[in-house]
């Protein structure tokens, strides 16, 4: 309400609806913030989730595609959602291009959990989930998303998973 125009803003409240798991409410700002900054990354990864929940994988890897111009943190979302439309070839060559990043300490694994995620390799992204701990903070705050972001709940009832969501929680500052 205090700034109506702000790229920022609009992509906060989108996120705030998503893990609410108030979909289309998130959609219409994410519209509104593409609509204002049509090249703002975090709006596109934002709608490509979206489109994973609605099963719309070409758009959602057309989306994550899209916000790799200015964000190549959304290699795990690309790769994740190649996998999901059975496009195994470019996803092996995401999950490349992520390794040689998080070598270098450009990326975090948790974009290689997403990939081994989209490939149905549940034990191979948990595997790499739980070694999230010894990453930099800087890399890791996807992760903190765990226990809310929609995209994890078909594997939310694993004791593994759940493990890890509980130790990647940011904790409760009492505000």
Excluded at 102 to 112: A, D, I, M, P, T
Aim: hydrophobic share 40%; proline share 5%; net charge neutral.
């Amino acid at each position: 309400r205090l700034d109506p125009v702000s790229p920022l803003m609009l992509l906060n409240a989108a996120l705030h609806y998503y893990f609410g798991k108030q979909f289309d409410v998130s959609l219409e700002y994410c519209e509104k913030c593409l609509a204002l900054s049509p090249y703002f990354s975090g709006a596109s990864i934002t709608k490509g989730l979206w489109q994973i929940l609605y099963k719309e994988y070409n758009e959602a890897a057309r989306e994550f595609k899209y916000a790799l111009k200015d964000n190549q943190n959304a290699n795990g979302y690309f790769g994740y959602a190649l996998g999901i439309t059975n496009q195994k070839t470019e996803e092996r060559t995401i999950l490349s291009k992520i390794q040689k990043r998080v070598n270098e300490g450009f990326e975090s694994k948790f974009s290689l959990a997403l990939v081994h995620f989209g490939l149905g390799e549940v034990p191979k992204c948990l595997e790499i989930l739980e070694k999230l701990k010894e990453e930099k903070p800087a890399l890791i705050t996807s992760s903190a998303w765990l226990s809310v972001d929609p995209i994890w709940d078909p594997i939310r009832d694993n004791i593994r998973f759940q493990k890890i969501s509980e130790q990647m929680a940011v904790p409760d500052m009492g505000l």
